[in-house]
């Protein structure tokens, strides 16, 4: 199933129109509105609408994005970084968070801008104190895209990663949450302007994704909602206004954003 949120652009006459943005599940060409909590009890209702009606938001509304550093050894390699013994994690705000189709804006104090597309993870259920034989599936609610957006000059000024990485709309996340993925065969690619630019194999993770939720549940509680992003591929670089980058995870959905400068 594809899970998503979002709000009608039109509203077919005799339908209920949605001032709140809503659940829905994506089916083919048509989105159908979900009633209930999707981390908890739900039903599909009857209404729906054709894709092209309504406007597709962040999917869900995290308390935290957890996000894993230097998680392919290429890209560790690329910018001369060790390959870390343990997992590396940041926090992105979720005030970084933006939607599909909305611009990534790229702020007058940073002189490069880069993307990183990322295969996330969104938590379906409370997660804590894993132990290492536990198993995380019934703890996730799905997979999605996410890009990383970095100030990599602030980055290497400040050391550490929160300012590079938490400007607004530095986390562009969706378009939808996947509930079934096979993470064997599952990949995450970035393009800008329709040229690939970053390929990466879920299988080439250093830390894979139960490793990651599992060790991260025994030093915070995740919660439903959360995302943990797991790490980008080589092939990271700058972003100028005019670009539209798109990252896709196979088997998920293609995520895209067009670039601007900051006003």
């Not at 949450?177 to 879920?202: I, M, Y």
Request: proline fraction near 9%; hydrophobic fraction near 40%; charged fraction near 25%.
């Amino acid at each position: 199933m594809k899970f998503c949120r979002f709000q009608p652009v039109v509203v077919a006459p005799g339908a209920v129109a949605h001032p709140e943005p809503c659940y829905g599940l994506v089916e083919g060409e048509q989105v159908r509105a979900v009633a209930g909590d999707i981390f908890g009890h739900w039903q599909a209702t009857e209404q729906s609408w054709p894709l092209r009606e309504v406007r597709l938001l962040v999917p869900v509304l995290p308390s935290k994005i957890v996000c894993l550093g230097r998680n392919y050894r290429e890209h560790a390699a690329e910018l001369g970084n060790p390959v870390p013994s343990e997992p590396l994690i940041f926090l992105k705000p979720p005030s970084a968070l933006l939607g599909p189709e909305e611009p990534i804006l790229l702020p007058a104090i940073s002189e490069r801008v880069d993307y990183e597309g990322e295969l996330a993870v969104v938590i379906g259920r409370r997660c804590a104190q894993l132990g290492e034989a536990d198993d995380v599936r019934p703890y996730l609610l799905g997979f999605t895209c996410l890009n990383d957006v970095t100030a990599r000059d602030l980055q290497k000024k400040d050391v550490q990663f929160t300012r590079a990485k938490g400007f607004d709309t530095f986390c562009p996340l969706g378009p939808v949450v996947e509930t079934e993925l096979d993470l064997e065969a599952a990949s995450v690619e970035t393009r800008v302007n329709g040229e690939r630019r970053q390929f990466g194999r879920a299988a080439e993770m250093i830390f894979p994704v139960d490793v990651i939720i599992r060790w991260l549940s025994r030093m915070m509680t995740l919660e439903p909602g959360d995302v943990v992003a797991t790490g980008t591929p080589a092939g990271v670089g700058p972003l100028r206004p005019g670009d539209v980058v798109e990252v896709e995870v196979h088997g998920v959905g293609i995520l895209r954003n067009p670039v601007a400068a900051r006003s």
